[in-house]
């Protein structure tokens, strides 16, 4: 019975450790997904959009603070 038990603590142990591993590994593998992407991109064309949507609506505020 006692090496029944040990036997299946050690099951256990190595069930815990595999799901670790897997769960390092799918980490990995979503920081390599990311660092592969074109991430740096979409963050440009996001910084000129607010940009550009800014710089007008600051010109139509000053339009129409002008006509006053």
Request: proline share 0%.
């Amino acid at each position: 019975m006692v090496i029944i038990l040990e036997v299946l603590k050690k099951i256990l142990q190595m069930m815990h450790h595999n799901l670790d591993d897997f769960r390092l590994w799918l980490l990995n593998l979503a920081a390599i997904y990311f660092s592969f992407t074109d991430v740096e991109v979409t963050l440009k064309i996001i910084s000129l959009l607010i940009a550009i949507c800014y710089t007008m609506r600051k010109w139509y505020l000053m339009e129409k603070n002008k006509n006053k």
